[in-house]
């Protein structure tokens, strides 16, 4: 799949380069790089050229972009870009999030090896980040989890190792399903997978073999929340746009256990409210949240 890059030299100040990404994602990019003064957005090649008026009537009006580039980055040549630019991500000594091309580390808990291509999920961004710190503070051990919007299936393998004793991936987009089935191979998770339109919903599903996962059952799908009908969850991380979170409540709501928490990201501080009433409607009820800059990510019990 080829993708384009769009590279904004820039003076906004980092709130508005936040919302600069929230509205970007709406318009079908996936993938988001900054650094001082520079920001980078990565979107499939068809939806970029579907939706460039869009795009480009909302860059137009912003002041303090300095200058614009717009290169088309070949599916064979994404590996070389990460591999360049590329950080790992250490959080204390609870988990290690890195590429193949770096080394782990022993002082950690966890180490995660993560081939992120086009997904969202490197644990860069804030939500991410805030997703990683509520599986620090409480572990989904003999916990059935699932990942919802998994992107590189990042957190989905953190509650793996945590000791879930089952994980179920859902991305809409091809690009991330096929990642998250692979970097949970990369980390121990033989996973069963489930390219889009294979499988009505997760009801449908009789239980794996277990001869093909041992210790836990790990799935990737490609789809979105119509899949979930027939599931059973304890836990729930959803770290996707707000707009979608409030579309697909009814979704998470109906599959969490009594009991069971929702992990929401991927929204701002400002959104908290709407969220929250949403979920009142569904049984799910605010313990508490986290947040890092503007972003937030809030911890639900439905009960």
């Not at 769009?6 to 790089?33: I, K, M, N, P, Y």
């Not at 961004?125 to 990683?132: E, F, K, V």
């Not at 059973?232 to 409030?246: G, T, Y």
């Not at 569904?282 to 508490?288: K, N, P």
Request: glycine fraction near 6%.
């Amino acid at each position: 799949m080829n993708y384009y890059e769009l590279r904004l030299q820039h003076h906004l100040e980092d709130f508005a380069v936040d919302l600069l990404q929230d509205d970007l994602a709406s318009l079908g990019f996936e993938s988001f790089e900054t650094e001082d003064g520079v920001f980078k957005a990565y979107a499939p090649a068809k939806e970029y050229e579907a939706r460039k008026a869009e795009i480009d009537a909302l860059l137009e009006p912003i002041t303090e972009i300095e200058s614009r580039e717009d290169e088309l980055i070949p599916d064979q040549d994404w590996n070389a870009v990460w591999e360049s630019q590329y950080e790992p991500v250490r959080f204390g000594d609870f988990c290690f999030v890195h590429a193949p091309f770096h080394t782990p580390l022993k002082e950690v808990r966890y180490n995660i090896e993560i081939e992120p291509k086009m997904s969202f999920g490197t644990a860069h961004h804030p939500t991410t980040s805030l997703m990683i710190r509520f599986l620090e503070e409480n572990h989904p051990q003999g916990e059935s989890v699932l990942d919802m919007g998994c992107g590189t299936a990042v957190l989905g393998i953190l509650a793996a190792m945590q000791g879930a004793v089952s994980v179920d991936c859902i991305d809409i987009d091809e690009w991330a399903y096929r990642n998250a089935a692979e970097n949970a191979v990369r980390n121990g998770f033989p996973a069963l997978v489930y390219p889009e339109g294979s499988v009505q919903n997760i009801g449908a599903l009789s239980e794996r073999p277990s001869s093909i996962v041992p210790d836990v059952r790990f799935r990737v799908f490609q789809g979105d929340a119509a899949l979930l009908e027939g599931g059973r969850f304890d836990r729930i991380m959803a770290n996707i746009n707000r707009n979608i979170l409030l579309r697909d409540m009814s979704h998470y709501a109906d599959c969490l256990q009594n009991g069971g928490l929702l992990y929401l990201s991927g929204f701002y501080l400002q959104d908290m409210e709407m969220l929250e009433q949403e979920c009142n409607a569904h049984r799910l009820f605010y313990r508490r949240h986290l947040a890092s800059d503007a972003w937030v990510a809030m911890e639900f019990i439905k009960k």
